[in-house]
């Protein structure tokens, strides 16, 4: 009789510690977003990239991740991305040796940038691209490219994923005189009762923003290329921060065509 007391009490013990680990809101649904959503945007999408000019070479500051992470003053390769609104100056480590390799690079990355909506692009006037396989960056109104990273991000089909990631701190987070006001996205925020992934959960000062915007373009936007799982996940996680977002009228163009 006493074992089987003791056998009760042990199974009503793993059955609350069980039950109480099923709270749907126990832990973030995603690692990180941009390994879950890898067709917001693709190669067939449209761009505003216009054009690509080579400036000529001359010392500008790049911030390099290689070595621990540090600050370079190098003769680039320098061009000008033409796009429908904006000028970009691509800044090419000289280590890629000749324009034409430079070109190429700068050539490439300038269009997929132009896939993004304009709204992510607001503080975008300058793009480093480096060689290493360190990962892209954002921020400093800049987009940071390590070419040796781009296989990866191309073989799982997330280029421009990383990039809505990255721009989103260039061109939305407050600690670099982005769109949004920290204060409302702080009141959205403690609404909801969970963040969209542990990346967003561990640094959420810095990466928050940067986690969501992804999924709402993916819910929002593009919700015919995502799966209906994902789809409800982001929709029952996040749906203040979703709401948030709708309120800021961004400038969709080109993922969503002008009227």
């Known amino acids: 009789e006493f074992q089987n007391i003791n056998m009760k009490f042990i199974s009503i013990f793993f059955?609350?510690?069980?039950?109480s680990s099923m709270d749907v809101h126990a832990k973030p649904p995603y690692d990180g977003t941009?390994?879950?959503?890898?067709?917001v945007i693709n190669s067939n999408d449209p761009t505003t990239f216009k054009e690509l000019i080579y400036t000529g070479k001359d010392y500008r500051e790049m911030f390099d991740r290689r070595k621990g992470g540090r600050w370079l003053n190098k003769e680039a390769f320098l061009f000008?991305?033409?796009y429908e609104e904006r000028i970009i100056e691509v800044q090419v480590?000289?280590?890629f040796k000749n324009v034409d390799n430079a070109f190429k690079e700068a050539f490439y990355y300038s269009e997929v940038i132009g896939r993004l909506p304009n709204f992510l692009l607001t503080n975008v006037k300058t793009v480093w691209i480096h060689k290493g396989n360190k990962?892209?960056?954002?921020?400093?109104?800049?987009?940071?490219i390590h070419t040796g990273r781009s296989k990866e991000y191309i073989s799982k089909e997330i280029l421009e994923e990383v990039f809505i990631h990255e721009a989103?701190?260039?061109?939305?987070?407050?600690?670099?005189?982005?769109?949004?006001?920290?204060?409302?996205?702080?009141?959205?925020?403690?609404?909801?009762?969970?963040h969209i992934s542990d990346y967003a959960k561990k640094f959420p000062?810095?990466?928050?923003?940067?986690?969501s915007i992804l999924t709402w373009i993916a819910v929002r936007y593009r919700s015919d290329r995502i799966s209906k799982e994902n789809n409800e996940i982001v929709l029952n996680t996040i749906p203040n921060?979703?709401?948030?977002?709708?309120?800021q009228n961004f400038d969709m163009y080109p993922l969503v065509p002008m009227d």
């Open 168 to 194: 989103g701190h260039t061109s939305l987070d407050w600690d670099f005189g982005g769109l949004l006001s920290k204060a409302e996205w702080q009141k959205a925020k403690n609404k909801d009762k969970e």
């Open 241 to 247: 921060r979703l709401k948030f977002f709708d309120e």
């Open 135 to 144: 990962s892209y960056g954002g921020g400093n109104e800049n987009l940071l």
């Open 93 to 95: 480590n000289p280590e």
């Open 15 to 19: 059955f609350l510690v069980f039950y």
């Open 80 to 82: 000008k991305a033409v």
């Open 34 to 39: 941009i390994w879950y959503f890898p067709d």
């Open 205 to 211: 000062r810095s990466e928050d923003v940067a986690e």
